[in-house]
């Protein structure tokens, strides 16, 4: 499980009216100074004729031991008339380390010697006259663990083949840096001095050998050398592709013929066939390209050819391919009465100026029509925040095929935007959800989802009780960019007023100024909240000692909300734009997790700027006393692995769960309880995978758990590079897959894509396609209606989630 290392709300009730799988994102306005503990100002305390309080009483009897060069931050706890300050009364803390009086916790980064230190905690009451109270304490400052390159070998890399593999280290300090002290890289490949990582295409084979230096942060730093050799294989001449992405007309068109082994050059040609009218084959690069002129819709078969340059005999292979040149406007039609209704979309990505998020609710007539609806945006771009936009429903309108895969045109503020999508969870001829995709020129590149809405609870009396809730976003340009993540619960108490508590993740900072973590979250107070009679609400809440966050809220029924920031972004605010769902099950415990759990997530690969997407799907298993295990699979940024992980978990009476790997200090995930193993998580490191933990029912699994028609999209796009993807998949429940998919590859549009395959299942609801060969995609399944995908091939290095429901 990487989370680190481990990075909807689905409940069965409200599968039976909708699912949620949309982004959510907070405000870095939450790394204000947040205060902790507030004083209690109650009256006759103490004074004149009054009965003192208890004297206070340090509860913390040890402290665990710290690591010399490692951030350290545990807290004293004690109990008492607040407010309680905190002292050091003998003794002395290890250099580098201090006590923050207000919140007794004990910070920094000890700098050494290593060695026992041994102090007196004092805790003084706000009561008069104070009151004190002391606790002898000690804190074992430990070495930094040697560091050590574990890798024993590289894996073979073939030439013209995209390539990763990663240097992996233990012990030192973290971060830890990497470089090559002798040799040099094949040509094509490079090393990510942060991440180990080394990718590229290499365009040369042979075998190099080279010494890889790992340097850590300790003081004095460690370093550690490991000499491996790595080889690049010419190998058979194969072309890989095997389909290629539809053209439009009128659209520019670019995509390449791969091919792995064979000796470079290699000079490409068509064998037989003819390409559609206005495209041409690039012999030197394998590359198509052209804009089809109107009249050029319709299907083209060929075969392309490759010839290389070994010697005596150069060697030759093919491979049959085609091309059907599509309308922008090719839609299905004639099964609109599959939206009838009041709908909310959600849809968060990318435009040219950064981040954006939409949330919408349109009315629809079950023939294609669109008859009211409101709309607010909240860009990054000069256009910034637009709310309450009326939908122009003269100019809206929306179709879909027999297939459930539609096509929805919203036009609101003068903007034309045009979205492909397929639905899916039919009851009585009418669909609760959908999954969608934009799918126009206005340079946004955003995925979410479609929700219907349930009139008879859009008011404040309707909305009451805890709603956890899961956020993510991309921050800024301005705000340092990266990415921010939360999780928390907040209790809308059924009139006007919000509270609650929450864990935030930013760049891998938790709960910056929050000393309380991980023991404690961080609170928000003084919220409001009203819902008009159309669904369309307000909400805000302010963090302690930030500015109050103002949030714009669709209602789907009672226990589910979609919100979405209504303040500009900045350097200190950022898109907030998710979902919330009614806790039950409370007061919780650890037995509130127990058995399998399908957790999938999606992150970044780094903090750096470039950084790529990093997702993961597999088994969460709980034994209900406060053990786990983990079992799954990962792409971070074109890097496919599996990933295990063992630990501890501990769940609070509000739902809050701190999940700590094997031999961790520190929780490396904090999750919210929606209800009995269904959860929102965070992880707590730098890639801030953010997710959901869904109970896997329906097991043991077999090729027959999927058997129908999928509809499906990506959720949760992380980069800019993102492909979009949306569309239908129908499994035969005996190893065989088919389909039709739209695409949005960052501005490129292509519909109509066909989808053909085979699949295996495991009895753990690991799916693996194809059957043989090289892994193209891993699928895990939550139960045989739902399951969640991804690209595991080395060669897509911004992967994102698709979750396909029936």
Same mark, same amino acid.
């Given at each position: 499980m990487s989370f680190p290392a481990l990075k909807r709300i689905s409940l069965k009730e409200f599968r039976q009216v909708t699912e949620v799988n949309v982004a959510m994102s907070a405000r870095t306005k939450l790394l204000g100074v947040l205060a902790v503990g507030i004083g209690m100002a109650l009256s006759g305390c103490g004074g004149s004729g009054s009965n003192p309080p208890a004297p206070p009483t340090i509860t913390t009897i040890s402290l665990p031991a710290a690591v010399e060069g490692s951030a350290y931050n545990q807290a004293i706890h004690a109990t008492g008339f607040a407010p309680l300050s905190f002292s050091v009364s003998a003794g002395t803390l290890p250099a580098g380390l201090s006590l923050i009086s207000s919140t007794g916790a004990i910070a920094g980064t000890p700098t050494g010697p290593t060695g026992p230190s041994s102090f007196t905690a004092k805790v003084t009451d706000g009561s008069t006259p104070a009151q004190s109270?002391? *606790?002898?304490?000690?804190?074992?400052?430990?070495?930094?663990?040697?560091?050590?390159i574990t890798n024993t070998s590289l894996t073979n890399g073939n030439v013209n083949a995209a390539y990763t593999a990663t240097l992996q !280290?233990?012990?030192?300090?973290?971060?830890?840096?990497?470089?090559?002290?002798?040799?040099?890289? =094949?040509?094509?490949?490079?090393?990510?001095? %942060?991440? @180990?990582?080394?990718t590229g295409t290499p365009t040369e084979s042979g075998v190099v050998s080279l010494t890889f230096q790992a340097a850590d942060s300790s003081l004095p730093q460690q370093l550690a050398t490991k000499a491996l050799a790595l080889t690049i294989d010419g190998g058979t001449l194969s072309i890989t592709t095997t389909s290629?992405?539809? =053209?439009?007309?009128?659209?520019?068109?670019?995509?390449?013929?791969?091919?792995?082994?064979?000796t470079l050059p290699v000079t490409w040609s068509l064998a037989s066939g003819t390409l559609p009218t206005g495209l041409s084959l690039d012999p030197s690069t394998g590359a198509i390209t052209g804009t089809p002129p109107l009249a050029a819709v319709g299907s083209s078969s060929f075969t392309v050819q490759l010839v290389d340059s070994s010697a005596p005999t150069p060697q030759t292979a093919m491979q049959p391919l085609s091309l059907t040149v599509t309308t922008a406007t090719?839609?299905?039609?004639?099964?609109?009465?599959?939206?009838?209704?009041?709908?909310?979309? *959600?849809?968060?990505?990318?435009?040219?100026?950064?981040?954006?998020?939409?949330?919408?609710?349109f009315t629809t007539d079950g023939a294609g029509n669109i008859t009211a609806g409101v709309e607010d945006i909240n860009s990054s771009g000069p256009s910034g925040v637009q709310t309450n936009l009326p939908v122009t429903t003269a100019s809206s309108s929306y179709a879909i095929g027999s297939d459930r895969r539609g096509c929805l045109t919203l036009v609101?503020?003068?903007?034309?935007?045009?979205?492909?999508?397929?639905?899916?969870?039919?009851?009585?001829?009418?669909?609760?959800?959908?999954?969608?995709?934009?799918?126009?020129?206005?340079?946004?590149?955003?995925?979410?989802?479609?929700?219907? *809405?349930? =009139?008879?609870?859009? !008011?404040?009396? !309707?909305?009451?009780?805890?709603?956890?809730?899961?956020?993510?976003? =991309?921050?800024?340009?301005?705000?340092?960019?990266?990415?921010?993540?939360?999780?928390?619960?907040?209790?809308?108490?059924?009139?006007?007023?919000?509270?609650?508590?929450?864990?935030?993740?930013?760049n891998g900072t938790v709960d910056p100024g929050n000393p309380g973590y991980p023991a404690m979250p961080i609170t928000f107070t003084a919220g409001t909240y009203n819902i008009g009679t159309n669904g369309r609400g307000t909400l805000s809440f302010t963090p302690p000692g930030a500015p109050t966050i103002n949030v714009i809220v669709e209602v789907l029924y009672a226990k589910t909300l979609l919100l979405m920031s209504s303040d500009a972004q900045s350097a200190t605010n950022t898109l907030f734009a998710g979902f919330a769902g009614l806790q039950k099950g409370a007061p919780y415990g650890n037995s509130s997790l127990n058995g399998a759990t399908l957790l999938f997530a999606s992150g970044q690969t780094g903090t750096e700027a470039g950084a790529a997407s990093r997702v993961e799907a597999?088994?969460?298993?709980?034994?209900?006393? @406060? %053990?786990?295990?983990? %079992?799954g699979d990962q792409n971070s940024g074109g890097m496919a692995s599996t990933q295990t992980a063992a630990g501890t978990y501990s769940v609070a009476a509000d739902g809050r769960v701190q999940v700590t790997n094997m031999g961790g200090a520190t929780p490396a995930l904090v999750m919210y309880l929606v209800n009995q193993n269904e959860a929102y998580a965070i992880s707590t490191d730098t890639h801030v995978m953010t997710g959901d933990a869904e109970p896997q029912t329906g097991g043991p699994f077999t090729n027959a758990s999927l058997t129908g028609r999928y509809a499906f999209a990506t959720v949760d796009p992380v980069v800019t590079a993102s492909a979009l993807t949306a569309g239908v998949a129908t499994y035969d429940g005996a190893g065989n897959v088919t389909g039709t998919f739209d695409i949005n590859e960052s501005g490129f549009l292509s519909l109509g894509n066909a989808i053909a395959g085979t699949y295996t299942v495991s009895s753990n609801g690991r799916v693996v396609t194809p059957v043989s060969g090289m892994t193209q995609r891993l699928t895990y399944i939550i139960f045989p209606g739902k399951v969640v995908t991804f690209d595991y091939t080395s060669g897509n290095t911004n992967p994102t989630l698709v979750v396909m429901d029936q």
């Open positions: 109270a002391t *606790q002898p304490l000690s804190i074992t400052v430990g070495a930094a663990t040697t560091l050590m !280290s233990t012990g030192g300090v973290a971060p830890i840096l990497w470089s090559v002290t002798v040799g040099t890289l =094949p040509t094509g490949l490079s090393l990510n001095a %942060s991440t @180990g990582a080394i290629l992405l539809n =053209p439009m007309e009128g659209e520019s068109y670019n995509q390449t013929v791969h091919f792995i082994g064979g090719a839609c299905g039609s004639g099964s609109e009465s599959l939206l009838t209704g009041q709908y909310a979309t *959600q849809l968060t990505g990318f435009d040219g100026s950064g981040p954006v998020g939409m949330l919408a609710s609101g503020g003068g903007v034309t935007r045009v979205f492909r999508f397929a639905v899916s969870i039919i009851t009585v001829g009418v669909a609760a959800s959908g999954r969608i995709i934009e799918f126009d020129t206005t340079g946004a590149n955003t995925a979410g989802a479609i929700l219907i *809405q349930n =009139p008879s609870d859009f !008011s404040n009396a !309707s909305v009451s009780g805890n709603y956890a809730f899961r956020v993510k976003s =991309p921050l800024t340009a301005a705000a340092g960019g990266g990415f921010y993540a939360a999780v928390g619960a907040l209790n809308l108490d059924g009139t006007t007023t919000v509270t609650g508590s929450g864990d935030i993740n930013v597999g088994v969460l298993t709980t034994d209900g006393v @406060g %053990s786990f295990t983990f %079992s």
